[in-house]
């Protein structure tokens, strides 16, 4: 929808957009814990950013493509995206117009930044496993057993018990949660495979027992919607001491509760891009998105952004 806004597209146009990318932006969730669930979402943006042009150049879809014809029996026209995606009649398309032009997601303070890689729901309890590891000094001599409840959606989305790989490892939550104890952080680094395959991480692993308590299982339907919050999650460390340290957690940083700094931001975004991007580009892209109200053209920044393939 971006495309076709900034193309100029008319309403026929952007319908028939909106029928292409129909057909080649999606993935399934069988993929996630592989390449794939980067795929998924690069495949998502490069579908759109081609659908509009191909719109614009007179490629023909069905316009209507979100609604199913209700009297088409199971005939093709039955299967809009609503329908395909959903359940046949398990939608509600008016949340589609709903405040249409009204208010606009940004400016409502919803939209969630993730400082750790892998899946958003164990953020809170990634941060609060940091922290408690941090301010009670622990290490892992001093550590029995980690119990840590969570919501069906946060098991669901991360439910690997092993991290055969680095994919794996960024939807599992023992491997995850041992590792924010243990380093601290949990970045790219940290789903390395010398990481993954440390043995005393692996050992540590055996310690953190996950669990979905009765209270937590009513989280269920969309995130943020009637008060769910997927990310809810308690925490407590038994110590070989006898003592017990505990907390509960329910929002990490970059979410709109705790929003991250300009300093986050920048640092994450640099973590990200070292991989790709020269410290000169790094540097240039920050400077000029720190001020992008004044950039004359977006080509000046995607220049910026444009990697050299390395060999």
Known sequence: ???????????????????????????????????????????????????????????????????????????????????????????????????????????????????????????AAIDGMIDLATRHNLTIRDVDEIHVECTPQCLAIAPYPEPSDEHHAKFCLPYTLAVAFIDREVGIAQYSDARITNRKVRDFMRRIRISVPDDLKHHRGQWGENGVNWGEARLTINLKDGKVVSRACSHAKGWPEQPASWEDLCAKFEECSAVILSKSQIDDAVAMLKKLQDVDSVRELTRILVSVVRT
């Open 1 to 123: 929808m971006a495309t076709c806004r900034m193309l100029g597209l008319d309403q026929l146009a952007t319908r028939m957009a909106m029928g292409i990318v129909a057909s080649s932006a999606t993935g399934v969730r069988k993929n996630v814990g592989s390449m794939g669930k980067a795929f998924h979402v690069g495949n998502g943006v490069r579908a759109g950013i081609l659908a509009a042009p191909l719109a614009r150049r007179g490629f023909k879809v069905d316009p209507d493509i979100i609604e199913g014809a209700d009297d088409s029996g199971e005939g093709h026209q039955r299967f809009g995206l609503a329908d395909t995606f959903n359940g046949i009649g398990n939608h509600r398309l008016q949340l589609i117009v709903e405040h249409l032009g009204e208010s606009f997601e940004l400016g409502r303070n919803t939209t969630i930044v993730r400082m750790h890689p892998g899946s958003t729901a164990p953020g």
